[in-house]
């Protein structure tokens, strides 16, 4: 692929909703000159001041924490610290990570009570309201913000309000849409909020970061029952990094130090700049699908600002279709899993993803594909983008 590649002058473009194209200096972040983080003071200090950072990004003014491993760990994490055996979990699903966060509460003895919708509609207050008033002894509940396998963004502001009337602990993913999306934890009443690197940051998978309440806090350390894990456990880092100033395990110092560069990057940008860019470019993307025939997954209103899924065409091989796009044009793009597997593509334009040059690389290199799997296209994917652009 490499050699075909460099005869057209072309490199590889990442266009899936995380992992996403890295920054070049974020990149030579990741070269600095390692240190020992458990015995450095100035890495220390890094550390909180872009736990600082992280709560600009989230929100909040309450304890950030980043934890050592793919934004997936802050999920388990959360629910490990949180759930304990027998504890009813209401968990929306609405979507695939929706799911997997009731199997995380069965993990540690939870009993989840499913919230379910169709994965092309959100979820609203009063459906939330209804599960309460018929299991009054809920107190957590788990929301996906964007669900990236379906292009779904779930109204947390909307949801979280009958929880927080409750004394409900809310726990929300936000993983792939910090940064893209207006978040607004503390002004929401959001108790747990989990991010990844990976996403809109555009920095290299391999840490989680969350915000935890002080209510959280509350139910973590005054549980009755031990905490069944030492690595997904948030106590160690309540117990010794909030109040000692020592990490419970050895940071991921390089990872960290890349972190830090992508935070820097969104901020000089600005969070409301990089809404706006997001959201301009979502609505850029779906418009040059439409116009091409396309069909947008998500309900009209539902559809989030960081990655846009789209039906596959009948009769095309999904997965023959992206090898084809990543091997000859150098563009990988992602499908779907679980009940949506083979039916939708999803294009991630988020972060370093989300700038009009990319989407452009993109479009010419699925129209050439298009062609070659005589899909019949209404237009032109990359004229309707570009046309869109220059109206907007």
């Not at 949180?82 to 995380?104: D, Q, S, T």
């Not at 599960?131 to 107190?139: A, G, M, S, T, Y």
């Not at 294009?347 to 690389?361: A, D």
């Not at 899909?375 to 109206?391: H, K, M, W």
Request: net charge negative; proline share 6%.
């Amino acid at each position: 692929m490499r050699d075909k590649l460099q005869k057209i002058g072309y490199e590889r473009l990442l266009m899936t909703p995380g992992p996403t194209m890295v920054d070049e200096r974020v990149r030579a972040a990741l070269a600095r000159p390692a240190t020992n983080p458990d015995l450095d003071p100035d890495f220390a200090a890094l550390y909180r001041d872009l736990c600082g950072r992280l709560a600009q990004v989230i929100g909040t003014d309450h304890d950030v924490l980043i934890l050592s491993g793919e934004g997936l760990l802050g999920l388990e994490a959360a629910v490990c610290s949180l759930v304990e055996p027998g504890m009813k979990v209401l968990c929306i699903a609405n979507g695939h990570f929706g799911e997997g966060f009731g199997r995380f509460v069965e993990i540690y003895g939870g009993q989840p009570v499913y919230l379910r919708g169709a994965y092309d509609h959100v979820i609203g207050a009063d459906d939330v309201e209804a599960v309460l008033k018929e299991h009054p002894d809920i107190r957590v509940a788990t929301i996906v913000h964007c669900e990236t396998p379906s292009g779904l963004l779930n109204p947390v502001a909307e949801i979280v309000e009958p929880l927080k009337a409750r004394g409900i602990i809310s726990i929300v993913d936000a993983v792939s849409s910090l940064g893209g999306e207006p978040f607004k934890a503390d002004e929401w009443g959001v108790d747990v909020v989990l991010g990844g690197s990976q996403k809109v940051l555009s920095a290299p998978p391999g840490l989680a970061f969350l915000s935890v309440s002080p209510q959280a806090w509350e139910m973590i350390t005054t549980r009755k029952t031990a905490i069944s894990s030492y690595y997904c456990s948030l106590l160690p880092w309540h117990d010794m990094w909030l109040k000692d100033g020592v990490f419970p395990y050895t940071p991921s110092i390089s990872d960290i130090y890349a972190l830090d560069a992508a935070v820097n990057l969104l901020l000089e940008e600005g969070l409301d700049q990089s809404c706006a860019r997001h959201f301009r470019i979502a609505e850029a993307t779906r418009n040059a699908l439409q116009a091409a025939g396309l069909d947008i997954y998500p309900q009209p209103g539902a559809e989030a600002n960081t990655v846009t899924a789209f039906r596959i065409p009948p009769g095309i091989d999904d997965a023959l279709f992206r090898q084809r796009l990543w091997e000859d044009q150098g563009v990988m793009i992602a499908g779907s899993w679980g009940a949506l597997a083979g039916k939708i593509w999803r294009i991630g334009h988020m972060g370093v993803n989300c700038h009009p040059e990319h989407l452009m690389r993109f479009f010419v290199a699925f129209e050439r594909t298009a062609k070659e799997f005589n899909i019949p296209l209404t237009g032109s994917v990359a004229q309707a983008f570009v046309a869109f652009l220059c109206e907007s």
